[in-house]
């Protein structure tokens, strides 16, 4: 499979559902996550240990991506004057050491391991063997207050109270 790298910029913002420790989870898919954690704390420079290490959920918005909520409905790229499907391995989940330090309205760049569907007649928003697996280098918004859990408070502050 050949490998993209797809740059663009997104808002984003935490669901106030609580943060995951994946060592004692018993979510769908657990190993997984935990690789995929371990996939996108390599890519930037980090490493991800599932005893200690948290992750939060999140929502992606953003124009760069046509999408007013990525992880649920999925995302749109064009790559070579073709629409394409795409979307994150770690669906709508990060490590939140990738947060520390960081605020409400900061800009920080994180790389995402991915996939993209080039024939977009199947609309299809989950990765199956017709996906070329990308590497998606974003800037990410950290915008709590303009979505819908912005009064939960600033993007810090909700991830410390979930903490």
């Not at 420079?45 to 007013?68: A, H």
């Not at 994150?88 to 520390?100: G, I």
């Not at 609309?123 to 918004?141: G, H, N, P, R, V």
Request: net charge negative; glycine share 8%.
């Amino acid at each position: 499979m050949k490998k993209n790298t797809i740059k663009g910029a997104l808002d984003c913002f935490i669901i106030p559902n609580g943060t995951i420790n994946l060592s004692k989870s018993t979510m769908y898919n657990t190993a997984e996550k935990i690789e995929n954690m371990k996939k996108v704390c390599e890519l930037n420079g980090t490493d991800f240990d599932p005893e200690k290490d948290r992750i939060v959920e999140l929502w992606y918005c953003g124009d760069d991506f046509k999408t007013n909520n990525l992880c649920d409905h999925g995302g749109h790229v064009t790559i070579d004057n073709e629409e394409c499907g795409m979307g994150f391995d770690t669906k709508s989940y990060l490590p939140c050491k990738l947060f520390e330090g960081h605020r409400e309205g900061d800009i920080i760049n994180v790389k995402i391991p991915g996939w993209i569907r080039k024939n977009q007649k199947l609309k299809i928003l989950y990765k199956t063997t017709e996906c070329e697996d990308a590497t998606f280098d974003i800037y990410l918004k950290l915008n709590q207050r303009d979505y819908r859990y912005g009064w939960h408070g600033n993007f810090e502050d909700v991830l410390e109270s979930i903490m």
